[in-house]
């Protein structure tokens, strides 16, 4: 998969991408909603989830001015298949700019133009940021997982779950590009 968007590339990793994604999952703070990770679980994961899994779990989001990596984003078929998961983590120097709803509704389009995906799902339990994002791109919120994930806090998150159906793609029940 190669997509492009006003500001973005979206394509594989490469191993090449290892020190520069390194540097977004070791940040704590845009890590806060997600699992700790190592070097080498980042190592791991890139070769296995990204390099050499076909199709990919995950793809690069990169600045086109500049082309340095802003991101990882998720999108994975999961369940049954037509059934995609979304999700994205970008270096925190990129957030508040519109780059994580950009590189979404790119990947929406792709899963159900290019795909023809029955459904796209994500899940989250950052309600602050992500929670007003997913449904700002359509997304519905299907159900909450009360007190399931244990947060790098130890206190028990919950963890939201959203989806968007092709017909309600189809029908314009998500953001626009503009």
């Not at 520069?20 to 700790?36: G, K, N, S, V, Y």
């Not at 990947?107 to 133009?113: C, E, G, I, M, V």
Request: glycine share 10%.
């Amino acid at each position: 998969m190669h997509l492009e968007t006003d500001r973005l590339r979206l394509e594989a990793f490469t191993m090449d991408d290892l020190p520069a994604l390194w540097d977004i999952f070791r940040d704590e703070q845009t890590m806060e909603h997600m699992a700790p990770m190592t070097r080498e679980g980042t190592q791991a994961l890139l070769r296995t989830f990204c390099v050499e899994r076909t199709p990919p779990g995950a793809f690069a989001a990169r600045l086109r001015a500049g082309g340095g990596l802003a991101g990882w984003l998720l999108f994975n078929q999961v369940d049954a298949p037509g059934i995609y998961e979304l999700g994205w983590v970008l270096r925190r120097d990129c957030w508040g700019k519109g780059l994580a709803r950009e590189a979404s509704l790119a990947l929406l389009r792709h899963a159900f133009t290019a795909l023809g995906a029955h459904k796209v799902v994500a899940q989250t339990e950052d309600i602050r940021r992500a929670v007003p994002l997913l449904e700002g791109l359509g997304m519905v919120r299907e159900g909450v997982f009360r007190r399931h994930s244990p947060g790098r806090d130890g206190a028990w998150k919950d963890i939201f779950w959203y989806g968007l159906l092709r017909e309600e793609y189809v029908n314009g029940n998500h953001g626009t590009d503009s």
